[in-house]
């Protein structure tokens, strides 16, 4: 697949060539479909039920499905996120974003919009238990004392008396396990529902292992086909850390690839739609941001198709280790 990948490059030629094997991956699958029906009762049954599975994924998904955490709290699989957005467009952004149906918005304190978030949660007139508030204690407020202070200043601008999942925003040496400490107290306290990390790797997952009992809920970090971290996110998987999957979009700078148009004329899907899609199926929750209402509608109409598995396959193989944020963190681990 990477072959073909490498392959088919840029020119329009080969974008045509690959909707016509997209196509005939798809025609094959029929033909055999067909002949499953023709050939056996055991084979029609099996048919039948693939096919129950697929109507069933295809109807049951919904912009409030929720992954169960470790702790038990349901997390919603998909929601807003809302770095760099300025103030007053994140009120904006929330409110189009929770009355287009999400209910989950992921802020931080270093986005400095904490306080629209909190705004726009009470405008919209949903309750405080019908969105799940995510946002994270920043490099500067590591440490036990500096932690809850941040975060008592997160709950004050956001205006709620519980934040549903706090996370270290990065593992910046010297005070994780401190920070860590104060969080799982306010947990204790019911002031979070869960806590978890983010732009952690296995390094820093293991030495947290070693000095706390508390397995965080989630690891936060970039994701998408052109970056999918495989043995960081199989090493969540074992031990039931949820993946939340941050710049699915590739902050719009993949969007322009050969193959994902391809797929996205394929499936009369926009390319956003089919890394989304992707992200979801892979098990991730998936935080999108934008800050224009078309925008934040488009990318939620994700719930009523499937992406098939030798497209899922094909879009695998667009990993190249692509990176749209900072360097990868390879900060050794100091406490
Ligand atoms: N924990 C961390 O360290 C960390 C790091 C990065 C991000 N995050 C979280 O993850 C969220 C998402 O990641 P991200 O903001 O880096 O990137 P992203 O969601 O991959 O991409 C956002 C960019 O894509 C554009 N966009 C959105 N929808 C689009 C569409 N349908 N078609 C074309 N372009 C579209 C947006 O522009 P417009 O806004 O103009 O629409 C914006 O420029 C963040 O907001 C934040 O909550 C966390």
């Given at each position: 697949m990477s072959r073909l990948k490498s392959a088919f490059s840029k020119s329009f030629a080969v974008d045509i060539l690959l909707r016509q094997f997209c196509r005939q991956i798809c025609t094959t699958e029929t033909t055999f479909t067909r002949n499953s029906f023709d050939s056996s009762s055991e084979a029609i049954k099996l048919e039948a039920n693939s096919s129950y599975r697929r109507m069933k994924s295809l109807h049951e998904t919904s912009i409030t499905d929720t992954i169960t955490l470790n702790d038990k709290v349901k997390i919603p699989c998909f929601g807003l996120g809302v770095y760099d957005i300025d103030v007053k467009l994140t009120r904006k952004a929330v409110l189009c974003a929770l009355e287009t149906?999400?209910?989950?918005?992921?802020?931080?304190?270093?986005?400095?919009?904490?306080?629209?978030?909190?705004?726009?949660?009470?405008?919209?007139?949903?309750k405080r238990q019908e969105v799940f508030v995510v946002t994270k204690v920043y490099h500067e407020d590591h440490g036990y004392n500096e932690t809850r202070i941040a975060f008592e200043k997160s709950l004050k601008l956001l205006g709620v008396d519980f934040v549903d999942l706090y996370l270290i925003h990065f593992?910046?040496?010297?005070?994780?396990?401190?920070?860590?400490?104060?969080?799982?107290?306010?947990?204790?306290?019911?002031?979070?529902?869960?806590?978890?990390?983010s732009n952690f790797n296995i390094h820093h997952l293991e030495?947290?292992?070693?000095?706390?009992e508390i397995t965080p809920s989630v690891n936060q970090i970039e994701v998408h086909p052109f970056l999918q971290e495989s043995s960081l996110v199989d090493y969540c998987k074992d031990r039931g850390i949820v993946i939340q999957a941050y710049s699915p979009l590739t902050r719009g700078q993949k969007l322009d690839n050969h193959v994902l148009r391809s797929l996205?004329?394929?499936y009369n899907r926009t390319?956003?739609?089919?890394?989304?899609?992707?992200?979801?199926?892979?098990?991730?929750?998936?935080?999108?941001?934008?800050?224009?209402?078309?925008?934040?509608?488009e990318n939620s109409k994700v719930f009523d198709f499937y992406i098939e598995e030798p497209h899922m396959e094909i879009l695998d193989s667009?990993?190249?280790g692509y990176r749209t944020g900072r360097d990868k963190i390879l900060w050794p681990w100091n406490g």
């Open positions: 149906g999400y209910r989950q918005i992921d802020t931080a304190a270093r986005y400095k919009n904490e306080r629209s978030v909190g705004e726009a949660i009470r405008e919209s007139g949903l593992p910046v040496p010297g005070k994780v396990v401190e920070t860590w400490k104060a969080m799982g107290e306010l947990k204790e306290k019911g002031f979070i529902r869960s806590i978890g990390v030495a947290l292992k070693m000095h706390s996205a004329y394929q390319p956003a739609q089919i890394l989304l899609r992707w992200s979801l199926q892979k098990g991730f929750v998936c935080i999108p941001k934008s800050f224009q209402s078309e925008r934040i509608k667009l990993e190249e």
